[in-house]
């Protein structure tokens, strides 16, 4: 769950949706800046539903007792965590193995660095899936780098609607990492550029459970 707390409750955001954002914003790049068209599909796929395995967890939202207000993604305990993260993953190889390839990454980047027994026990057994798809797909490592990139980056960009409300003052607003991607040489800085200004996004509505939102964008000129 992706959480905004205001003045009278919290904002409450589910994973899901959050990445649906994600692939709607993909979805709207230039053709010259999508991978080549073998890999359209999956690497959409994977953005789409990089956030699958939080489905039936942010159907009852968990509560934080010490914190006083529900647990959000970035406070979530470890162990159910990388239970949900798991249980996402191999839903998205059943269908196709090279974007389970890439959730795979950009979960095991999350825990990479943590001394956490069941963190370290997670990306040693995804690390083993990474190696399994790679054989059995034959993929170079540098283009699975570049599309798992632009996973992160659209990722990113969903959280900054996310989590800026709609009229946040700019130097109020909440960027995420975009101040620090290693991606922008090796993609393009235009993409970065292009994204960020394009793709500025007012979230206006609320139901229950569901996010509505309108991305009123502009061409660049």
């Known amino acids: 769950m992706i959480i905004r707390e205001q003045n009278n ?21 230039p053709e010259k800046f999508l991978p080549k068209k073998e ?26 007792d010490k914190a ?36 795979s990454e950009h979960y095991t980047r999350f825990l990479r660095k943590s001394m956490d027994k069941t963190a370290k026990n997670f990306v040693q057994k995804e690390q ?17 780098m570049a599309h798992y990139e632009i996973l992160q980056f659209f990722d990113n960009l969903s959280l900054y609607i996310c989590l800026n409300e709609p009229g946040t003052p700019h130097e109020e607003e909440f960027v995420s990492n975009f101040s620090r991607y290693p991606f922008l040489p090796s993609i393009s800085g235009t993409l970065f550029l292009y994204a960020f200004f394009y793709y ?3 979230v206006f509505a609320w139901f229950p459970g569901i996010l509505s939102y309108v991305l009123k964008t502009k061409n660049l000129t």
């Open 9 to 29: 409750g919290f904002i409450m955001i589910k994973q899901h949706d959050h990445a649906q954002i994600s692939s709607k914003l993909y979805q709207q790049l």
């Open 39 to 64: 890999y359209q599909f999956e690497v959409n796929y994977a953005i789409e539903q990089h956030d699958c395995g939080w489905i039936p967890f942010d159907e009852t939202p968990f509560w934080n």
């Open 68 to 103: 006083n207000e529900p647990y959000s993604f970035t406070n979530f305990p470890t162990e159910p965590k990388t239970v949900l993260y798991e249980y996402g993953i191999n839903r998205v190889e059943e269908k196709y193995p090279y974007a389970a390839l890439l959730c």
């Open 128 to 144: 083993a899936r990474q190696e399994r798809i790679l054989k059995q797909l034959n993929i170079a490592k540098d283009l699975w």
């Open 200 to 202: 500025r996004a007012n």
